[in-house]
């Protein structure tokens, strides 16, 4: 059974920079294709940035520029380093593994996506 585990969450000032870190229990992030999703209060989960295995990278329009996904196979962790963070970033962040394609779905669900992170608190103050 995988098992993903986000760190790297906090409170920070608008403008300010984190990086979120996703830990699987196991070798499996270099071989499927991996995301992070947020969720904001009173909002849908939506998609943030997906890489494949391959290493091709996609952004939400609203967090391209700033954000960067990436990940490190020795460690079997997946990055999200956030810059120019705003007040809309606040969400819980989750890591999710897809079902079983190394590709990235096109237009990406959360129903492409079986493996979940517990999510992680992520807020910005103006």
């Known amino acids: 059974q995988v098992h993903l585990q986000e760190s790297g969450g906090a409170s920070v000032q608008q403008g300010g920079s984190l990086r979120l870190s996703c830990v699987a229990s196991?070798?499996?992030?270099?071989?499927?294709?991996m995301a992070w999703f947020r969720q904001a209060p009173g909002k849908e989960r939506e998609v943030v940035s997906m890489?494949?295995?391959?290493?091709?990278?996609t952004y939400a329009d609203s967090v391209k520029g700033r954000f960067t996904i990436s990940r490190d196979n020795a460690k079997n962790t997946l990055y999200l380093q956030m810059d120019i963070l705003s007040p809309e970033d606040t969400a819980i962040y989750y890591c999710?593994?897809?079902?079983?394609?190394?590709?990235?779905?096109?237009?990406?669900?959360?129903?492409?996506?079986?493996?979940w992170g517990k999510g992680i608190q992520v807020t910005i103050s103006s």
């Open positions: 196991v070798d499996t992030i270099n071989s499927r294709c």
């Open positions: 890489i494949s295995s391959d290493g091709r990278t």
């Open positions: 999710a593994r897809r079902s079983v394609w190394p590709t990235c779905p096109g237009e990406p669900s959360t129903s492409h996506f079986n493996i």
